[in-house]
C-alpha cells in the first residue's frame, strides 16, 4: 500500500471553507497492489489523487486506529465471505429494519459504529473519498473497496473504480499510515494558521503520542469483545501462558497476535469460562511440541486469507494433496485417520459445552499438531461428521498458518466465513475426489438409492454428498432438489 499527501491551492475564498479543517486543503493519493483508488475523473480532466480538506481523514485515521488495525469481528452476524465494503453495505440495508435486528439481537446502531471505525468516507461525508474500508483478518489487514460514488459528488465527477479486495501484512498498511500522520504536524507549520486550527493539530499530536505509548496488550484487546479479552487475560496468566503478540517497532500495531488471543477470535462471545478452560488448557499442553518433518514438508503457509472463490482454492489444495499421496488409488474410501496418524497429528475428542464450536486445529513451531473434535456439534453426531470435521481441521493445520508459522484455529459458525467455506471445499473434495465419486456411483441413474450407497462406500454424509455432486457440477439444480427432499425424508 502507498499513501501520499500534499498540501493544495484551495480555489474557495477563506469564508467559504468549512470552519474545521478549512486551511486543510491536500491532494491524497491511495495505491493497493497497483490499483490506484483515488483515481477519479472530474469534467473531462483525470487525476490520481483527491483534493480536498485533509484534516478529517488524519483525524479519522488517529480517532479510529486502534480498532481500524486489530479489529476483525463484524457488530452482525456476517455468513458471507464478503469483504468489509461489502458487507458492511448489506448489514447496514438489513438492519435497517429495525424488526429484523430485534430477531437476531443485532442492531443498526452498533453496525453503524463499525462501519464508522472501518470505513473511510466516514471520516467526512461529504467528501470526495474512495468507498475503502480497512479491517484485520487474523494477521493480515483487509483492504476492501466498491465502486460506489460519493453521494455529494459534483456533476461529473466520478471514480474509476472497480470493486475489489487485497490482503497485506500489517507492517505495510501501518507503516504508510503512521508516516503521514507523522507528517502533518511537521508539515502544517508551513502554512498560516488560525489559532483554533493550531489547536486541531496539537490535539492531533497528542493523540499520536497516546497511540505511540499503548501496549501490545492494549492493542490486541480491539481483536475480541471485551467481555472475552477480560476473561482470556486472566486465565493466560493462571495458565502461565505468556502473551506472545509481536508489536512493529515504529508503529502501535501487532504485526502477530499471541496465539491465544487469536484463537478466540472464532469463539462466540457468549462461551462460558469452562470452554475457556479447556480451549487454553489444550493450547498450554501442545505447546512444546513438534511436527513430523512429512507433515512439515506439505504445509505451505503461502496460502493466505482467501481472497478468490474459496471453493476453488479448497478443491486445488484438495486434489495436490490427493495426487501428492497417490490417493484414492484403488481404496474404497479416505482413511483420514489413518493420514492424520500417519502425520502424528493427535486428534482429541471432548465434549464441549458449548455447540457453537465444530473443532479446533492446533500446529505450528513449538506445537504438536492436533484436532479436537467437539462432540457437542451437530457436525460430529456420527463418524461420517467427524471424518467431514477432520479434514476441514487438516486444511487450517496445512494452510492456514499466519506470519507467525502458526495456527490455533476454532471452526464454527463464529470463525470467518471465507475461511470457513474454504476448509469445507477441501474437506469435500479430499473425501469425495472426483474418480472416487464416479467409480462409487456407478455408471447409471444417479438417484436416492446409488447416492445412499454411495454415500456409505464414501463414509460421507449422503447430504454432503449430494452438496459435493451439485458443486463439481456431476448433478444439475433439479436433481439436486429432489435428492435434498428424499434425505429428508429418509431422516
Ligand atoms: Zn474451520
Redesign the pocket.
Known amino acids: 500500500m502507498e499513501i501520499a499527501v500534499r498540501w493544495a491551492e484551495d480555489p474557495e475564498p477563506a469564508e467559504r471553507r468549512p470552519a474545521v479543517g478549512g486551511w486543510s486543503m491536500g491532494e491524497l493519493r491511495l495505491t493497493v497492489n497497483h490499483h490506484v483508488l483515488s483515481r477519479n475523473e472530474y469534467a473531462g480532466a483525470s487525476s490520481e489523487g483527491v483534493k480536498w480538506y485533509l484534516l478529517p481523514v488524519f483525524e479519522w485515521i488517529a480517532d479510529k486506529w486502534v480498532h481500524l488495525l486489530h479489529e476483525e469481528r463484524f457488530a452482525w452476524r456476517e455468513n458471507s465471505s464478503a469483504p468489509a465494503a461489502t458487507a458492511t453495505l448489506l448489514a447496514l440495508r438489513r438492519l435497517i429494519d429495525a424488526d429484523y435486528g430485534l430477531l437476531t439481537g443485532e442492531s443498526y446502531s452498533s453496525a453503524r459504529a463499525w462501519w464508522s471505525r472501518h470505513s473511510l468516507r466516514s471520516a467526512d461525508s461529504s467528501a470526495l473519498y474512495p468507498d475503502v474500508f480497512f479491517r484485520r483478518l487474523r494477521d493480515e489487514i483487509e483492504i476492501s473497496w466498491t465502486s460506489r460514488q460519493p453521494e455529494y459528488a459534483p456533476d461529473g465527477f466520478r471514480f474509476e473504480l472497480m470493486p475489489g479486495v487485497a490482503m497485506l501484512p500489517v507492517a505495510q498498511v501501518a507503516g504508510p499510515l503512521w508516516e503521514m500522520l507523522n507528517w502533518v504536524g511537521v508539515n502544517a507549520g508551513e502554512r498560516k494558521l488560525a489559532d483554533e486550527d493550531r489547536q486541531s493539530i496539537a490535539r492531533l499530536e497528542e493523540r499520536l503520542s497516546e497511540l505511540k505509548r499503548l501496549s501490545a496488550f492494549s492493542l490486541e484487546a480491539a481483536y475480541l469483545p471485551a467481555r472475552l479479552f477480560s476473561e482470556l487475560s486472566t486465565l493466560r496468566k493462571r495458565a502461565h501462558l505468556p502473551d506472545e503478540s509481536i508489536r512493529l517497532k515504529y508503529a502501535p500495531a501487532l504485526a502477530i497476535l499471541d496465539e491465544a488471543v487469536l484463537m478466540f477470535g472464532?469463539v462466540s462471545p457468549d462461551i462460558g469460562r469452562a470452554d475457556m478452560e479447556t480451549l487454553l488448557g489444550l493450547l498450554s499442553s501442545k505447546a512444546g511440541g513438534s511436527e513430523s518433518p512429512a507433515f512439515q514438508e506439505l504445509v505451505d503457509d503461502t496460502v493466505g486469507a482467501p481472497t478468490g472463490v474459496p471453493y476453488e482454492e479448497g478443491y486445488e489444495a484438495a486434489e495436490q494433496l490427493l495426487e501428492e499421496y497417490a490417493l484414492p488409488g484403488d481404496s474404497d474410501f479416505i482413511d483420514i485417520r489413518a493420514l492424520l496418524a500417519k502425520w502424528n497429528v493427535e486428534i482429541v475428542e471432548r465434549m464441549l459445552r458449548t455447540s457453537t464450536i465444530?473443532?479446533i486445529?492446533i500446529a505450528g513451531s513449538g506445537y504438536a499438531p492436533t484436532i479436537l473434535v467437539n462432540n457437542t456439534s451437530d457436525y460430529n453426531a456420527n463418524e461420517a461428521g467427524k471424518r467431514f470435521t477432520l479434514a476441514?481441521?487438516l486444511?487450517?493445520l496445512l494452510y492456514?498458518r499466519g506470519f507467525a508459522r502458526r495456527v490455533t484455529?476454532?471452526?464454527?459458525s463464529w470463525?470467518p466465513p471465507s475461511?470457513?467455506k474454504r476448509?469445507?471445499a477441501f474437506a469435500a473434495m479430499l473425501l469425495m475426489p472426483r474418480s472416487l465419486v464416479r467409480r462409487s456411483l456407478g455408471a447409471g441413474m444417479v438417484d436416492a438409492n446409488t447416492v445412499a450407497s454411495a454415500a456409505g462406500t464414501l463414509q460421507v454424509g449422503i447430504s454432503a454428498l449430494v452438496e459435493h455432486l451439485y458443486n463439481i457440477s456431476m448433478i444439475d439444480e433439479t436433481t439436486r432438489d429432489s435428492l435434498r427432499q428424499a434425505v429428508t425424508k429418509t431422516v
Open positions: 472464532g465444530r473443532g486445529a476441514h481441521e486444511f487450517h492456514d484455529h476454532v471452526s464454527g470463525a475461511v470457513e476448509a469445507n
